[in-house]
């Protein structure tokens, strides 16, 4: 059973240039939420997707967007970054909205902007 | 929204010794607790969670957890340490309204000493 799942690892981009980060979740898992985690801190929470919308939003710009896909993959793009944006990004996915079900978590994409 | 705060960000002990990380989060009302760790070079796991019921919960690796709700307080605790339990640990909240976004506290990076 493969676990949440995330590409690329590792990604470089030059400030002002655009970015998508793609997540799979887990094998039976509906929804996908994305968390920022900078250097020395914990995760901040992005957005939540459930049946393909954006359902929850965490305090970010709106360069920052994703997409639910049919299959429940997700991405995250980020428009126009931000030196500020470099970070680990982080998916994690559980089942079913509006339950306390436990978020589990990919290995991330660590993105530095340049 | 809620905030979690987690102290004495770094800790450094033997094996062997009790271990106690303090998790204060600031929400009123029903809320759900849970543990991350992250072991050097691998992703989020859940170490343990509280949705309801007897306060204190046992998860996994021997680590425990005590939900005190006049407190606002979910501490982390193990009596004796190994070598493999160096990793950061992370609380986390999410309020019980059903929108399971999750507030994280900064992380306690904890090293064990052979």
């Known amino acids: 059973d493969a676990g949440v799942t995330q590409s690329p690892t590792h990604l470089i981009k030059t400030r002002g240039q655009q970015v998508t980060l793609r997540c799979s979740p887990k094998?039976?898992?509906?929804?996908v939420s994305w968390y920022q985690q900078a250097l020395g801190q914990g995760p901040q929470f992005i957005f939540q997707y459930y049946e393909e919308e954006e359902r929850q939003r965490g305090n970010f710009p709106d360069r920052f967007s994703g997409h639910q896909f049919p299959n429940y993959s997700s991405e995250l793009n980020v428009n126009a970054l931000l030196l500020g944006d470099s970070a680990l990004y982080l998916c994690a996915s559980s089942l079913g909205r509006g339950l306390p079900y436990e978020q589990y978590f990919g290995p991330g994409t660590r993105l530095t902007v340049t | 929204a809620q905030s979690v705060s987690q102290h004495n960000h770094h800790v450094i002990l033997s094996e062997a010794a009790s271990l106690e990380l303090g998790c204060n989060y600031s929400y009123g009302g029903t809320v759900n607790l849970f543990w991350y760790v992250q072991y050097p070079g691998q992703h989020l796991q859940l170490l343990l969670k509280y949705f309801s019921g007897d306060p204190l919960v046992k998860g996994i690796k021997g680590f425990e957890a005590e939900f005190i709700k006049s407190k606002f307080s979910f501490n982390l605790r193990k009596p004796s340490v190994q070598w493999s339990d160096t990793a950061e640990y992370f609380c986390a909240v999410n309020a019980g309204d059903g929108n399971n976004r999750l507030a994280f506290g900064k992380g306690n990076q904890v090293v064990v000493i052979p």
């Open positions: 094998s039976g898992h509906d929804t």
